[in-house]
């Protein structure tokens, strides 16, 4: 990480606490972590998607989309969570967040239309796993939600249902896998 973003997380751990007294964050979280502005993260998201869909095949599962998340997530945003829906009518919502955390705080949701295609987020620490505040999330969304795909370094891990079942798939590539 770089020096800006050390401090950030320096001060947002120590400030949350003063003596005995819980202190609030101010502001949303992705305007607490990131002066990048969202379209100059979002748009390269948003031209994949839309080129997706006008040639036909908008794949929620698709490198080309899934490695543009996560070059926002770790080359522009400089290793924050990101976060993509797409609702029923193939619509995307977008936020970033902190090295560990994203919601939708001072994001847009109106409009979202039920039931969600797809939730898509990164973990631009590396790992692809499904961490508590991921897997309370699929509880709660399960009932609304077909997919779930969550993006570390060359990972991924994917829920979703399939002919009345759940089917979870993780993939990792590598140059070689060890064999021995």
């Keep these: ?37 969202a379209e100059v993260w979002q748009e390269p998201i948003q031209q994949a998607w839309r080129h997706m869909i006008f040639s036909g095949i908008a794949e929620t599962k698709s490198p080309m989309l899934l490695n543009k998340i996560w070059e926002a ?38 409009g979202m239309k039920l039931p969600l295609k797809c939730w898509i987020h990164t973990h631009p620490f590396g790992v692809a796993f499904w961490s508590g505040t991921d897997r309370r999330t699929l509880r709660t969304w399960r009932p609304i939600l077909q997919q779930a795909i969550v993006l570390g370094n060359e990972e991924r891990l994917i829920w979703e249902k399939h002919h009345g079942k759940e089917i979870m798939t993780k993939i990792v590539e590598t140059e070689r896998f060890p064999l021995n």
């Design 1 to 37: 990480m770089n020096e800006k973003m050390d401090e950030k997380i320096e001060n947002d751990y120590h400030g949350f606490f003063l003596g005995d007294n819980i202190k609030e964050p101010v502001g949303n979280l992705n305007e607490r972590w990131t002066d990048v502005p």
């Design 73 to 110: 997530s770790v080359e522009t945003l400089g290793g924050l969570e990101v976060s993509v829906i797409v609702d029923a009518n193939d619509k995307l919502f977008m936020n970033s967040g902190s090295p560990g955390l994203v919601d939708y705080g001072g994001v847009m949701v109106s």
